[in-house]
């Protein structure tokens, strides 16, 4: 069902940027429609290099932390995957994220925020929380879908500045209020291209939460790394901190500053108590005690 679901919404975003096209008309609709495929085509390939760019996240070799490689390397044979890069960001958010188009392309990345605040358990359980988006191949589905999503806010920006200026219509056609339609199109296409990539994003958390508490075989170790990251989140919440880096908070093991209610539409990951709940049932399952 979660398979499913992504490849419905990964759909969904790359119509709406077809979409776009018809609305302005002409040749724009091939131009987009191949627009979107050079998108996911260049995500695929060079998936996990855009993202270590953008988060600023530095590749490690083993003697800089052979701790943190012994425990990856483990994991990894544990779930049948090569060892992938081990990297790190210089933030003290606790966080972690994972990406690569395929496992042996893998990159597994840490922030020092994290291995300050988890102890060796619960970073153990972060570590397969993220292995396990590797082996579901989540890794590159987010990329596509956050590549998807910032084309087409791009785009629809430079549509709403062309609508309200009347670039590249006649009087008969401003008078029939075609750059109304637009403008008003421009304006909902970013909206539900978030929506759609935060909707992607949410189906593949619960299943690595599963998968992780197969592989580790202790369910608690992420469920307690969760709660502390939680509270953390809230003590930033408290302190004004600003909202973390859109182009990874959808890879990220959590969006520390996700808010609730209407706004869970546009959060990257299912509520943390949502998530710990889950991990608890597992536990029971499995005749463990909280």
Known sequence: MNQL???????????????????????????????ALAMNLGAYFFSDAIVLRMSGARVLDEAQAPALFGMVRELAERAGLP?????IMSDPTPNAFATGR???RAVVAVTEGLLRLADPRELRGVLAHELAHVQNRDTLVATIA??????????????QWGALLGAGRSDDEREGGGGGAALLFAFLAPIAAVMLQMGISRSREYLADESAAELTGD????????????SYGEQMVRGGAPAPQPVTASLSI???????????LFSTHPPIEARIERLRAIAARMGQRA
């Open 5 to 35: 679901k992504t490849i419905v919404l990964l759909g969904a975003l790359s119509a709406l940027l077809v979409a776009i096209g018809g609305a302005i008309g002409g040749n724009a609709t091939w131009f987009f429609l191949a627009l």
């Open 102 to 104: 395929t496992p042996a």
């Open 254 to 264: 959590v969006n520390p500053l996700a808010g609730g209610g209407i706004f869970r």
């Open 146 to 159: 956050g590549a998807a999503a910032a084309a087409i806010t791009h785009i629809a920006n430079v549509l």
């Open 219 to 230: 369910p608690l170790a992420l469920a307690s790394a969760l709660a502390k990251l939680q």
């Open 83 to 87: 060892m992938p890069k081990v990297a």
